[in-house]
């Protein structure tokens, strides 16, 4: 397989000597061929070619309070990540919520919270600028896990609400999602 | 008859141009190639809609594991050796160079600084196999914050981005991302999978 025959034919006149140098050598691709199928191969499994995906976060400046604005009660949505994937939320101060019997636990279903966070982002309707009145308020509790916010993060992104904060949960929030651990 | 003749003739293919191909295929793969890291950590990453894509380089990379543990990497074997001095000089801890060049081969790790240096002793395949404890972030102990402060001034261009697990609890993350509030870090990334994005019409309605 592997030799080096000579092209045409040429050697092979009545004086004597082959001439080797007329012709063009005729290499025997095979094995190189081979080598690089098998080299191809290797670099295509341990490439990585999709670079991961991220999401942009911003939080708030801690340093400067000029940032934080008054937010009227009746505008603001406070959504909990609890744990077990579950999802409770309500709408104004949570000594309202608490007063009135407000809360309610929901799931990360497109007719859960999605459904809520539409529906009150319609009520709310938009200033003159056309952009929602909503806030929307994220707290999550300790018991909650990452993917939970991550997931409430991208029904900001798809609800298109641009207006929402990362706040740390408050103990009477805790407490307010309390009466729904007892029911199971 | 002359059919039978043609038959048992071996045929030659050239094969040129078929290596031609395998090769300009090959210099393509090797050229874009980058390999996996062998990360300190097994990150499983929730996924989610968005499409912005984590820079390649300049990043520090704090990874979050499933139990909770903390881990550091940073890109760029020169700013790693500048890292570790710097947070040497700033601890008190001296670092020779075969540690320094062992502690530049590494893409992340999650071990506190007192045990590091035992850490970077340790020959390469022990050193893979060594259940590491994670970076310490509570607020009495917390070590992240050294290592970031540190990585922020061996490279100012450098950007944060979060690689949690999904099943990594929101306490850890929040002291995570409370520490990167206490620099005055407020924009990072948070590594994820791809996700579709749902239609939102039909909800809508």
């Not at chain 1, 592997?2 to 034919?9: L, N, Q, S, T, Y």
């Not at chain 1, 929307?136 to 609400?161: C, F, G, P, Q, R």
């Not at chain 2, 990334?189 to 749902?198: C, F, Q, R, S, Y």
Request: net charge neutral.
């Amino acid at each position: 397989m592997a030799d080096m025959g000579e092209g045409g034919g040429g050697g092979h006149d009545k004086k004597g000597k082959k001439k080797g140098k007329k012709g063009s050598p005729r290499v025997d691709m095979t094995p190189m061929v081979d080598l690089g199928f098998l080299l191809i191969t290797f670099f295509m499994l341990t490439t990585t070619m999709s670079k991961p995906q991220s999401m942009e976060l911003n939080m708030p400046d801690k340093t400067q309070d000029d940032q934080q604005q008054p937010v009227k009660a009746s505008q603001s949505m406070t959504i909990i990540l609890g744990k077990d994937d579950k999802v409770f939320w309500f709408m104004g101060t949570p000594a309202e919520a608490k007063a009135e019997d407000r809360i309610v636990e929901t799931d990360f279903s497109s007719q859960g919270i999605r459904k809520s966070i539409l529906e009150k982002t319609r009520e709310l309707g938009g200033d003159e600028k056309g952009v929602p009145r909503i806030v929307i308020v994220i707290k999550a509790m300790d018991e909650a896990k990452y993917k939970n916010m991550v997931d409430i993060l991208d029904e900001m992104h798809i609800t298109n609400s641009k207006r929402y904060a990362i706040v740390d949960i408050l103990p009477e929030e805790v407490e307010l999602t309390k009466k729904f651990d007892s029911n199971i | 008859m002359p059919k039978v003749k043609v038959k048992r003739k071996g045929v030659a293919l050239d094969m040129t141009a078929m290596c031609d191909v395998a090769f300009l295929l090959l210099t393509f793969f090797i050229l874009t190639t980058k390999f996996k890291p062998n990360e300190a950590v097994v990150v499983d990453t929730p996924t989610s809609i968005s499409t912005t894509k984590l820079p390649e380089t300049d990043i520090i990379l704090i990874s979050v594991g499933k139990d909770g543990k903390v881990f550091f990497g940073v890109d760029g074997q020169f700013t790693r050796v500048d890292v570790l001095e710097r947070i040497g000089k700033q601890k008190g801890l001296q670092f020779s160079d075969k540690q320094k060049v062992a502690f530049s081969l590494m893409d992340g790790f999650g071990v506190p600084l007192a045990q590091l240096s035992s850490f970077l002793n340790m020959e390469g395949p022990d050193r893979a196999k060594v259940e590491q404890p994670g970076i310490p972030v509570d607020s009495v102990q917390n070590e992240l914050q050294d290592w970031l402060i540190n990585t922020r001034y061996a490279n100012p261009k450098v950007r944060i981005a979060i690689k949690g697990d999904r099943g990594a609890d929101y306490k850890v993350m929040k002291r995570v991302i409370a520490t990167l509030q206490d620099q005055n870090i407020n924009r990072f990334n948070l590594v994820t999978g791809l996700e579709a994005k749902p239609q939102i019409a039909a909800v809508a309605e």
